[in-house]
């Protein structure tokens, strides 16, 4: 209960202050370069790791990646960046 | 490096290596235990404790990047000192100026030009920093009059010279002389800038001819000797002839192929290989020259495909023979001086060779000319 209220809080506080939510929130961010390229930032670990799924952890809950032939170019504790033919991104 | 992880979990320590800030790259999973990754030297070493109570075992596959070229180095001193020093060898060559070259020289001789640039101190293989550029273009301007502009460009290795020579009547006479006929004619027009008219409308003239002297009278009446100046337009006659035979014997590969190596090393090019004969033979080559950023490295190296030909006689149409042997005839027109713009007349002869293998054609054409040519006295 208490991550909630904090949530709901954070998210009054950035509205009032005109704020961008994701400063505040701690939210992930997802860059989709083409179908070729796609970037996570802000990812709370990885979960999953095949050449046709990639399943990492956020704040929002479990950040999906399904396509062909990925491969994570560079993963940092901020960011996981995945080339290969993506298909769909979800957010579960 | 790149390093192979094998066992379950892999996720799991993927997670705790970057908790610890060591960056991942080229994360690929071959299999489902089996990962290959790529990370800093320093951070394997802080990846060991992280292995301690898994199942996950380490190996290293390849080792790459500066610490470990610079380790081999170590290890090769000599190597290490001979690129160096080939390197040393490359920029100290780059110092110096190894190619020059010359543009929008019309009537000027390369000679003379080759000669004056070379006592002012521009030559292959000069330091490149000895060389001004306006002190060249300074003195090529005052020594050749005919140069309306200069431009010495250093780029690189190379001295780009770029000229603009001056159109015939604005050239400036040095001293006194006369206008003489360059080419026999009939004049058509004079016109007298400087000097006395020695022909007039009509008159005809040989290559050599007195046609405006140096020589006239003031306003005070008193004899002059100058540059004569004038235009001297006259109908001028010239001949121009070309053959063409009315076969030729064409190559047909006959499919057998060989091929050559070459390797050239500045103006020695030692084959590899056996050579076969141009009569028999088609060459096509492509090269390969090597260069090092801006420096030019005498050193390339060559492949020669020969393709066997057996020649066979083929008839040429007269029509198409006798429109090669015009152009050709033209062509020779061309190299005189001629511009098509100009001709006034033109007659055209047909003639077979005394063989009867070829055709050929004489283009005889009248034009309107300045004739006039200043030679100083």
């Not at chain 1, 939510?21 to 997802?30: E, K, M, S, Y």
């Not at chain 2, 008839?315 to 027109?333: N, Q």
Request: charged share 25%; aromatic share 8%.
């Amino acid at each position: 209960m208490r991550p909630a209220v904090n949530q709901t809080l954070k998210r009054k506080l950035a509205h009032t202050l005109d704020l961008p939510p994701v400063i505040l929130l701690d939210q992930a961010t997802i860059h989709l370069m083409g179908d070729a390229e796609a970037k996570i930032i802000n990812h709370k670990g990885l979960v999953q790791y095949t050449g046709a799924c990639i399943k990492a952890r956020s704040t929002q809950g479990m950040i999906e990646v399904i396509g062909n032939g990925m491969e994570i170019v560079s993963f940092s504790s901020s960011e996981i960046r995945i080339a290969g033919k993506i298909r769909q991104v979800m957010l579960k | 490096m790149t390093v192979r992880l094998r066992g379950p979990g892999l996720e799991r320590l993927l997670n705790n290596m970057v908790e610890r800030d060591i960056l991942l790259q080229g994360v690929q999973r071959l299999t489902g235990d089996v990962m290959i990754i790529r990370l800093k030297v320093k951070d394997f070493y802080r990846l060991r404790p992280l292995l301690w109570g898994t199942q996950i075992n380490v190996s290293i596959l390849d080792k790459h990047g500066a610490p470990f070229l610079f380790g081999r180095f170590r290890l090769r001193v000599f190597l290490a000192v001979g690129l160096m020093l080939s390197l040393l060898f490359v920029m100290y060559l780059s110092n110096f100026i190894w190619f020059i070259e010359v543009t929008g020289n019309q009537t000027l001789p390369i000679e003379a030009l080759k000669a004056t640039v070379e006592e002012l101190g521009l030559r292959t293989g000069v330091v490149r920093s000895t060389i001004e550029p306006s002190t060249i273009e300074g003195e090529l301007l005052k020594r050749f009059p005919i140069l309306a502009w200069a431009q010495v460009r250093i780029k690189g290795v190379k001295v780009d010279i770029f000229l603009t020579e001056r159109d015939g009547v604005e050239q400036q006479h040095a001293g006194p002389g006369h206008v003489y006929a360059a080419t026999d004619g009939v004049v058509t027009e004079i016109l007298v800038l400087r000097g006395t008219a020695q022909v007039r409308d009509g008159s005809t003239v040989r290559k050599g001819d007195l046609l405006i002297s140096g020589e006239y009278y003031d306003a005070r009446g008193q004899k002059q000797f100058g540059a004569a100046q004038g235009v001297v337009k006259a109908r001028v006659w010239y001949e121009g002839i070309g053959e063409e035979a009315l076969s030729r014997w064409d190559p047909l590969p006959t499919g057998i192929r060989h091929r050559q190596y070459a390797i050239t090393i500045g103006s020695i090019t030692i084959p590899i290989g056996p050579s076969y004969p141009r009569e028999t033979h088609l060459q096509s080559e492509k090269k390969w020259h090597l260069s090092l950023g801006r420096a030019l490295v005498p050193l390339s190296l060559g492949r020669i495909d020969y393709h066997e030909v057996e020649y066979i006689k083929a008839l040429i149409p007269r029509e198409e023979a006798e429109e090669k042997a015009y152009d050709l005839a033209w062509e020779s027109l061309l190299e005189q001086g001629v511009r098509k713009e100009q001709v006034l007349k033109e007659r055209q002869t047909v003639d077979f060779m005394a063989d009867g293998d070829g055709i050929r054609v004489e283009v005889l054409v009248e034009v309107l000319d300045d004739i006039g040519l200043f030679l100083m006295h």
